[in-house]
């Protein structure tokens, strides 16, 4: 009879695009091990409490909104004592839920890629009497928030030695650390076409000085100010907007196409590799996955602004690691992208620390190696018969 296949869960919330994306880089990673079956949940909707279940959109509206919304609740939030607090009331309310998710996926280990779901994971391990490992990984840099640090996981792997840092000030073991680098996504490792290449099958001039600038998954900051000053500025620039999600921007953007030959708007895109490896200049706002995308593709950064208190440990990060720019004006930015192009001192930056952009590999390396120690010491997970008792 065939074995099973080995069940990873990866347990995330639509908060942005970034935590999707990072689960999705490290299933890519562990693809190369055929006996692995590895599911996205979006834990947080699952629990039906009232807030979590819309999370997704509550943050999409905030970050292009109201920003100062997430500040508040990171802030008002960002103490270990009160996030096991918050994590009790939500797993009372949610309980039944949350297990029959788990008793659906029956899962051989749990991979927390968000870091309010660590904490409901842990609770449900234990009144289930579960055996399945539970990693979390880390996906901010520098600026982490308590919840990370929340208790209960079996390991905690991070993508920087600040974040390391800070999970030990937290109170996390150092022996339950380990510093992986940040899960890109394994497509953007020496990905194989030249900007001409790309150019050309992205239907766009080759021989052009090319901007991309992203709003992240939600199309957040004022992407409406920096198109336009762009345009003005750096008119011999072609340049490549991604909104995202922002289907209103997107609209509008499209329609003023027509009177600036250089533009190119793409909405939510699956090809971020192609669309890097076609420009000269990344301007982003400070989401981790954009930046560490783009010093694996060894291109020059202008950061832009930290769309929420989260996001602003990683403009030091990059500035500090000579990976690119700060420029939070639109001005500031055309001005130094005027610079980069008309001078080859500037060129592209690469990070010397190059574990950091192996990150992918690395955690699936971990996980299977987690998971299999836990197989090993309860031979009957292999089975898939484990019980979750709903009414626990």
Known sequence: MASKPTK????????????????????????????IQSTIVDFLRTTNFPGLRKAP???DYCSKNHVWLNNLFFKKTNSINRIKALTSIVYFQSRYSIKQTIANSKPDAVVAVHPLVIGLLHQTRKASRGTWPIIAV??????????????????????????????IQYGIPYSQIIYTGFPVHPKFRDFPISKQQACGELGIKSDAYTVLLTGGGVGAGNMRDWVHTLKAQCPDKQILVITGNNKELYNELKKSNSHFDGLHVYGFVD???????????????????????GVTMKKTLIVTEAVGIQETGNIDFIT??????????????CKR???????????????????????SQNIADIILDTMNAAIAA?????SHEKQIFIGA
């Open 8 to 35: 990873i869960m990866f347990a995330i919330s639509d908060t942005g695009g970034g935590h999707r994306s990072a689960a999705a880089s490290i299933i890519a990673a562990l693809d190369k091990e055929p006996s």
């Open 57 to 59: 959109e509550i943050y």
């Open 138 to 167: 880390v996906t901010d840099l520098v600026t982490i928030h308590a919840s990370w640090a929340t208790p209960g996981a079996d390991v905690y792997l991070v993508p920087t030695q600040d974040a390391f840092q800070s999970l």
């Open 271 to 293: 090809n971020m590799e192609k669309l890097m490896a076609a420009s000269d200049v990344i301007v982003s706002k400070a989401g981790p996955g954009t930046l560490m995308e």
């Open 320 to 333: 500090k690691n000579q990976l690119g720019y700060h420029c939070p004006t639109p001005k500031e930015a």
């Open 337 to 359: 992208i005027n610079q980069i192009a008309n001078s080859a001192s500037y060129g592209n930056l690469t990070y010397k620390d190059v574990s950091a952009i192996n990150g």
């Open 378 to 382: 309860n031979p009957s997970m292999q």
